[in-house]
């Protein structure tokens, strides 16, 4: 596959992000006796965290995190699955506990019960310097962020995040669909629904400094709707920052690389695409979730072992509740090893060419 980044920007011929999910080994067993639309059966019910039974609850979002104790923590949302997928509006942010990173996840309840009935979507999660856990939350609630001594709680409301526009669009600085890391020089880096990138020298809450205009302008192929681009999900890995953000519209996503995280992005070309043979079991059987979304990722000595995607079905006005449709949380493995390797050759033959 070529690497077809837009605009002549970047290219080399090698594999796209894409090309390197691996086969799920199966956690349970495959069945069709599950909820879900021919699209998506057999499969496994015991990957990832779902209701099985589809009685009561819908799942989204998803961030995996290791404990000291070798257990796999993930941090999501969930709402009453009578609702329909327009539930996700009172949704509730959600802890579950797993002994295998695959799953499956225990939901062991909501994360701060006690704090607006436990509100919260956009769930996402890390660890900071100090060994404390933050879980970020956004959409329903204004971007508050949670901190714990342990995975298990109890969690503790550290505040909002805080926005320093720094003369740009102050639209860019609105935090929706936001992804959160802990760069390797000790700063937070936030990219948002918007595209902007967002920096604090100042602790998790920051205030987060506007970096400069949406890095999505110019990057993404003809046709793609800047607007219908959502979710992004950021992280470091083989000396490069990286971003998979997806079209909702297109039913595609796309990765972005950094050198420094900043600016400087390139178009990588396909990350993801639910139309593909890409989630699928080591026998071969192949899923097509109708919409892969909230893409998060698990590493592991540096390198990206495993992705979250928050799925559904069928098309998110289809899904109305009380039906035998719904979302959940899977997990599919990466080679992420072989991924740095070969982004690190890429990267050293363009800095050649450039010289």
Not at 10 to 21: E, R
Not at 53 to 65: E, F, V
């Amino acid at each position: 596959m070529l690497l077809a980044s837009v605009n002549g920007v970047g290219m080399a011929a090698d594999k796209t992000l894409i090309d390197y999910f691996l086969p799920m080994p199966v956690q349970g067993k495959l069945t069709t006796e599950v909820w879900g639309a021919k699209n998506v059966l057999p499969r496994d019910p015991k990957n990832g965290l779902e209701d099985t039974t589809m009685k009561q609850w819908c799942y989204w979002d998803g961030q995996i995190l290791k404990a000291t104790d070798g257990k796999f923590h993930l941090f999501a949302s969930r709402w009453d699955q009578s609702a329909g997928h327009a539930g996700w509006k009172n949704s509730v942010a959600v802890h579950a506990v797993s002994d295998a990173a695959m799953g499956p996840y225990r939901d062991t309840g909501m994360t701060w019960p006690t704090d607006l009935a436990g509100k919260g979507h956009n769930v996402t999660a890390l660890q900071l310097p100090d060994k404390r856990y933050a879980v970020v939350v956004s959409e329903t609630r204004p971007d508050d962020i949670f901190v714990s001594k342990s995975l298990n709680g109890p969690w503790e409301h550290l505040g909002s995040i805080q926005v320093d526009t720094n003369g740009f669009d102050p639209r860019d600085g609105r935090m929706s669909n936001v992804s959160l890391m802990l760069r390797p020089d000790g700063k937070y880096e936030i990219v948002g629904r918007s595209g902007a990138i967002l920096i604090s020298s100042d602790g998790i809450l920051g205030p987060y400094k506007i970096q400069g205009p949406s890095i999505y302008k110019g990057l993404m192929p003809e046709g793609v709707p800047l607007r219908t681009l959502e979710d992004p999900a950021i992280w470091f890995s083989g000396g490069m920052y990286h971003i998979v953000v997806n079209c909702w519209s297109e039913r595609k996503a796309f990765h972005l690389a950094s050198p420094d995280g900043i600016g400087h992005w390139t178009n990588r070309g396909l990350a993801y695409d639910p139309t593909t043979n890409f989630v699928r079991y080591k026998d071969g059987t192949v899923n097509h979730w109708d919409k892969m979304e909230r893409p998060g990722v698990y590493l592991e000595n540096g390198h990206v072992r495993y992705f979250t995607f928050a799925v559904l079905d069928v098309p998110k006005d289809e899904e109305r509740g009380n039906d035998n449709h719904g979302s959940k949380v899977i997990v599919v493995p990466f080679d992420g090893v072989a991924f740095d390797r070969d982004m690190q050759r890429i990267a050293k033959q363009e800095q050649a060419r450039s010289r």
